[in-house]
T-cell receptor, first 115, second 115 residues
Framework: KAGVTQTPRYLIKTRGQQVTLSCSPI?????VSWYQQTPGQGLQFLFE???????NKGNFPGRFSGRQFSNSRSEMNVSTLELGDSALYLC??????????????FGPGTRLTVL | AQSVTQLGSHVSVSEGALVLLRCNYS??????LFWYVQYPNQGLQLLLK??????LVKGINGFEAEFKKSETSFHLTKPSAHMSDAAEYFC?????????????FGKGTHLIIQP
């Protein structure tokens, strides 16, 4: 089975711009989660989607949003970029039901640099 | 609320020596615990997981971890370190199977292998 794929792998943006990152989960997985990884804050949970519905959200401002499509692919969007948004954004997929999910498997990440 | 503490941001061992990476967790409900490894410029790879079955969990690449409820610990060990084990290791906790409420990660431990 193919793993989790994320595109693009690298992005450079300037402050004030917006960005969209894409994630394709493992075939058959309906849950997709997003995490932000920075040297200062470590790995932090952004949000999780299951069957096109956001089930949970971490403590991030509204500039961070996401969505999930009927084929389980997910996108996250960051508007009005700030320097502090520079990070590695990781997507993880897992199987499961509407009540819970199984182990999360991570993609390679998208490295976002904000100048 | 859940939290994870990884003791030692950097651990250095000689090739062939025992590897011990420490993880203590805090959770108000029975936890699910995970160890992930991250190589430079890559995503997270699952090493092993504890989901309330056997307290001694065996993972990939010769790693294992023991869940000790009385000590709220889930330390990762490997009997004999190999140069290829040099990486960043993350301990994570969640209250469900793995996703809906997001994984809470420790700050990570950078494992250095001395030749």
């Amino acid at each position: 089975k193919a793993g989790v794929t994320q595109t693009p792998r690298y992005l450079i943006k300037t402050r004030g711009q917006q960005v969209t990152l894409s994630c394709s989960p493992i075939s058959g997985h309906r849950s997709v989660s997003w995490y932000q990884q920075t040297p200062g804050q470590g790995l932090q949970f952004l949000f999780e989607y299951f069957s096109e519905t956001q089930r949970n959200k971490g403590n991030f401002p509204g500039r961070f949003s996401g969505r999930q499509f009927s084929n389980s692919r997910s996108e996250m969007n960051v508007s009005t970029l700030e320097l502090g948004d520079s990070a590695l954004y990781l997507c993880a997929s897992s199987s499961g039901t509407s009540e819970t999910t199984d182990t999360q498997y991570f993609g390679p990440g998208t490295r976002l640099t904000v100048l | 609320a859940q939290s994870v503490t990884q003791l030692g941001s950097h651990v250095s061992v000689s090739e062939g020596a025992l590897v011990l990476l420490r993880c203590n967790y805090s959770s108000s409900v029975p936890p699910y615990l995970f160890w992930y490894v991250q190589y430079p410029n890559q995503g997270l790879q699952l090493l092993l997981k504890y989901t309330s079955a056997a307290t001694l969990v065996k993972g990939i690449n010769g790693f294992e971890a023991e869940f000790k409820k009385s000590e709220t610990s889930f330390h990762l060990t490997k009997p004999s370190a190999h140069m290829s084990d040099a990486a960043e290791y993350f301990c994570a906790v969640t209250s469900k199977g793995g996703g809906a409420d997001g994984l809470t990660f420790g700050k990570g431990t950078h494992l250095i292998i001395q030749p």
